[in-house]
């Protein structure tokens, strides 16, 4: 299973970019990434995922490097309500029925005013 | 996206006892996932649920501690047997939602915060 490895904090300040970091290296071609966020005392929220190209929605980019060994997700414009932990997800697809979702320790991201 | 409604949010609970936590979903969904969150960490999978079968659990997790029902396609409970202080956690349920594009992503409950005293 691939493995993610993220900084375990990182802090951004208002209505900046705040761009985290998620390595995995060991990741197989048929992997996605996934990232998800958890605002206190909240379930996690789905963000955005993607294969190999670079994603975007309504919350955030994601930039995923030409080896697929790393990936950033970018929040273009930072708030307060941003302040949460954010989980880089490599999913598991040994059987194709096989979805469930590993979450490692996650970057604690804080805005700051 | 799916809508789940996890029940009860909270409870307080005696050692020894057991209690059952319910998990609905607003539609049909093939698989459910019930997840605990230890305080401070991060989430652990505990099994998965597909309705009419037996239900697959992770390695550290067993059907004894942590019997699940899965009666149908919108549905499901976790039970936590026989408590201990160490069982204090988050427990969350989880379906995927397939959206509009194939591997959209994972919606989760509230969750249901668990205290053992």
């Known amino acids: 299973d691939a493995k993610t490895t993220q900084p375990p904090s990182m802090d951004c300040a208002e209505g900046r970019a705040a761009n985290l970091p998620c390595n995995h290296s060991t990741i197989s071609g048929n992997e996605y990434v996934y990232w998800y966020r958890q605002i206190h005392s909240q379930g996690p929220q789905y963000i955005i995922h993607?294969?190999?190209n670079n994603e975007t929605n309504e919350m955030a980019s994601l930039i995923i490097t030409e080896d697929r060994k790393s990936s950033t997700l970018i929040l273009p414009h930072a708030t307060l309500r941003d302040t949460a932990v954010y989980y880089c997800i490599v999913r598991l697809t040994k059987h194709f029925y096989n979805n469930d979702m590993r979450f490692g320790a996650g970057t604690r991201l804080t805005v700051k005013p | 996206s799916a809508v789940i409604s996890q029940k009860p949010s909270r409870d307080i609970c005696q050692r020894g006892t057991s209690l059952t936590i319910q998990c609905q979903v607003d539609s049909q969904v093939t698989m459910m996932f019930w997840y605990r969150q230890q305080p401070g960490q991060s989430l652990t999978l505990i099994a998965t649920a597909n309705q009419g079968s037996e239900a697959t659990y992770e390695s550290g997790f067993v059907i004894d501690k942590f019997p699940i029902s899965r009666p149908n396609l919108t549905f499901s409970t976790l039970t936590v047997s026989n408590m201990s202080p160490e069982d204090s956690s988050i427990y969350l349920c989880?379906?995927?939602?397939?959206?509009?594009?194939?591997?959209?992503?994972?919606?989760f409950g509230s969750g249901t915060r668990l205290t053992v005293v």
């Open positions: 989880s379906v995927e939602d397939a959206g509009r594009r194939v591997n959209y992503g994972y919606t």
């Open positions: 993607g294969l190999k």
